[in-house]
């Protein structure tokens, strides 16, 4: 059993959108800080944006700031990356994150291709 998975990765075209889902199995995710990360070829692992268990304020990286937003459903045991405006650039292997005192939980990734 995958603890994390992400879906709703694909093709898009430049200024498209795309929305990732987490959904976590086997355990309960409110209490998780969740962040989500991206993997370029050749490049390194880069954090696109978090969101504590109680933080009303999430994290975002300059480059996918105003166009990106991290929520979660505690109820669904979710969370969701919700992607606008994409560019060629946010091209990448989108994982997902959650962290809790000594839990460090990752998904498998999921393909995001920005291309026309």
């Known amino acids: 059993q995958v603890p994390l998975v992400e879906s709703g990765g694909g093709l898009v075209q430049p200024g498209g959108s795309l929305r990732l889902s987490c959904a976590a199995s086997?355990?309960?995710?409110?209490?998780?800080?969740i962040g989500w990360f991206r993997q370029a070829p050749g490049k390194e692992r880069e954090g696109v944006s978090c969101?504590?268990?109680?933080?009303?304020?999430?994290y975002y990286a300059d480059s996918v700031k105003g166009r990106f937003t991290i929520s979660r459903d505690n109820g669904k045991d979710t969370a969701y990356l919700q992607m606008n405006s994409l560019k060629p650039e946010d091209t990448a292997v989108y994982y997902c994150?959650?962290?809790?005192?000594?839990?460090?939980?990752w998904g498998q990734g999921t393909q995001v291709t920005v291309s026309s």
């Open positions: 994150n959650a962290r809790y005192r000594n839990d460090d939980i």
């Open positions: 086997g355990f309960t995710l409110d209490s998780y800080a």
């Open positions: 969101i504590h268990s109680r933080d009303a304020s999430p």
